[in-house]
């Protein structure tokens, strides 16, 4: 997770990807890849600050592509690229 975050800032997007823990998850869906598969994973998930929270469709039916913010998904996709270039 460090690199990803590493990444995102030194590609300018350090206002996304802020180098602190301001809330855990805990448990989450990804869990079953990274322990039963063994696949490395991360969870990137957009965080309010302000509102001290994360998005009120996020895992909910209404958790779908209309609610993504274009420009978010772009940074993410950009930097975890980036990531993944690193690595070859």
Do not use: C
């Amino acid at each position: 997770m460090g690199r990803i975050w590493k990444t995102g800032s030194a590609l300018g997007h350090g206002e996304r990807f802020v180098a602190e823990t301001k809330y855990f998850v805990g448990t989450d869906d990804h869990l079953a890849i990274n322990e039963r598969l063994r696949i490395p994973t991360v969870d990137i998930i957009e965080y309010n600050a302000a509102t001290g929270a994360f998005p009120p469709s996020w895992h909910t039916h209404d958790d779908n592509m209309d609610v993504i913010d274009r420009t978010t998904l772009g940074v993410v996709g950009s930097t975890v690229m980036e990531v993944v270039w690193q690595e070859r």
